[in-house]
T-cell receptor, first 115, second 112 residues
């Protein structure tokens, strides 16, 4: 089954700066999904990243704030730009793969704190 | 508008007893449902899933029941163990290669 390596696992950042989160999958996957989990909340979809095309963003999320790259079928990055304390969350990537018997797997998450 | 709802934010159960976690959904297009367990510093860990063509799926101590007419599913854990203490998320999808929609989670505490 697909294994996702997500980096960094945590970071503390100054407001106004940007952080890029990386996800590397050990097999080729068509779709990668990026989620955010704010403290005490559910996992909310930020965007869906397809290789070779622009990411599709959910309502409330914009490309300027959360630019995503998907250069190939095994890798994606999410950047959290111009950060404010409200961006303090756990960010997770996920993939769907037919090699996983239940379809979906997740990275271990990036715990971001903005001070 | 929440398409997947977990109305109990927390549940406390004694060790050895049954834990029942509930989930309701509103989108009739959902055809695949999953339960995940999550610890604070980790990504969600898959527990069990069920397709809409079934009404029950069992895996060891975990059983998921699906009632499509009521748009309701539940996760039963028997017997509950202290290591089961975590936040449990119900999730649903409309098909493969589409993103999961999550409920808000239920924090289960199993007391020894």
């Amino acid at each position: 089954s697909a294994v996702i390596s997500q980096k960094p696992s945590r970071d503390i950042c100054q407001r106004g700066t940007s952080l890029t989160i990386q996800c590397q999958v050990d097999s080729q996957v068509t779709m990668m999904f990026w989620y955010r989990q704010q403290p005490g909340q559910s996992l909310t979809l930020i965007a869906t990243a397809n290789q070779g095309s622009e990411a599709t963003y959910e309502s409330g999320f914009v490309i300027d704030k959360f630019p995503i790259s998907r250069p190939n079928l095994t890798f994606s990055t999410l950047t959290v730009s111009n950060m404010s304390p409200e961006d303090s969350s756990i960010y997770l990537c996920s993939v769907f793969s037919t090699t996983i018997n239940y379809g979906y797997t997740f990275g271990s998450g990036t715990r971001l704190t903005v001070v | 508008d929440q398409q997947v709802k977990q109305n109990s934010p927390s549940l406390s159960v004694q060790e050895g007893r049954i834990s029942i976690l509930n989930c309701d959904y509103t989108n009739s297009m959902f055809d695949y449902f999953l339960w995940y367990k999550k610890y604070p510093a980790e990504g969600p860990t898959f527990l069990i899933s069920i397709s809409s063509i079934k009404d029950k799926n069992e895996d060891g101590r975990f059983t998921v029941f699906l009632n499509k007419s009521a748009k309701h599913l539940s996760l039963h854990i028997v017997p509950s163990q202290p290591g089961d203490s975590a936040v449990y998320f119900c999730a649903a999808s409309v098909g493969g290669n589409t993103p999961l929609v999550f409920g808000k989670g239920t924090r289960l505490s199993v007391i020894a």
